[in-house]
Each structure stands twice: as structure tokens, then as C-alpha cells.
């Protein structure tokens, strides 16, 4: 006789609870912080896509994210337990994902460097491809040679709609500091775009502003 068939055991997979994912984000922060699984869920499915956003703004459409945003979420959730009970998640995530962005960008430093040409490149990336597909690598030609902090206030600035007071909390910056470290991106990006007319003219058409 053969024996009865044992039902089988699926594997339970823990969901974000419906109370979690409707929690303020003071609430998620405390759960995340006690480890709670459901609670680090959460947290990425409400922040995943900004740092997304901005990782991929800052380095360029074609870059490789993934990894920087495993890390930004890996800091986070290790750095929770010493967030204060009155700060706020969003900033908090916000400025870990620029301190990565910081250390990448510094990181290729070298790289950069040897593409000193950008500036000139961009003209000729725009003449070659056109439209905003040429636009936006020749942009991102001229912020390579950007350094990190300079670039970043950029896209913060100007990819991002940051106010002057949060671009430089994120940086951890004085607003003063902040507000050179984006007049100094935006005169070098000004200067780059307006040396080619055609690229010049598309860039403000496209609301590529570079005024502080």
C-alpha cells in the first residue's frame, strides 16, 4: 500500500503588513530600526524609486545603479538606530544616498580626468546625434568634468528642484557653501553650452537651466 501523499509546506515569504505601509515615516523608521523585515520593505518600496532617480540624474542614464542602490539602502537601515526621534526619513535617506554619490563620483575621479575633453566633446556628441538623446550626453559630458561636489549641487539643484536650504542639508554643507558649490557647476556648465549656438539653443528650449 503506498503511502498517503504529505501535503506540501510553502514557503512562507513575509509581506509588508497593510499598518506598516500606511505608517509616517517616524513609525517605519523605528520598526526598520528594530529590524523588523516587513518594515525594511516598506522603506524600499517608498524610497527605492527617489534614490533611483537620483543615482541615475547624477551619474547619467546609462549607468550602472544597482549596486549603489543596494548600498544606500544597506547604510540606511544600519544607520536608523542613531537617527533622532524628530528627524525626518526622507532628508535622512536623501543625504545617504548623496554621501554614496559623493564617494562614487570621487572614486572616478581618475576617470574623469582623463576625459578632460568633455567640454569640447559635448558640441560634437549634440552634432552628432541631435535632438534630447544628443542633448543629454553632451550634458553629461560637460558635468564629467565637474568635481563631485560641484556636480552634485547641479543635480540636486537643477535635476532634482531642491531648494538652496535642502541641497545643502543634504550635502551637509553651510548654505553659503552650498550656494558656491552650484554657482561655480552652473558657470562652468554656462560656459560649455554656450561655446556651440545650435546645442546652446536647445538647452534652453529644453529648460536645461544653469542659473543658480
Known sequence: ??????????????????????????????AAAAGDPRATSVLWDRFSPLVRRMLRRTLGPNAEVDGLLQNVFLRVVRQLSGLPEAAQLKPFVVSVTVRVLSAELRRHRVRRLLRRRGARLASAAYATNGGPEGALAALYLILDELDADARLAFTLRHFEGFPIAELASAMDASVASAKRRLARASAHVQAAVSRDAAFSAYAAAAGLGVAP
Open 1 to 30: 500500500m503506498l503511502p498517503s501523499p504529505q501535503p506540501s509546506r510553502a514557503r512562507l515569504v513575509a509581506l509588508p503588513s497593510p499598518t506598516l505601509a500606511q505608517a509616517d515615516d517616524a513609525t517605519l523608521a523605528r
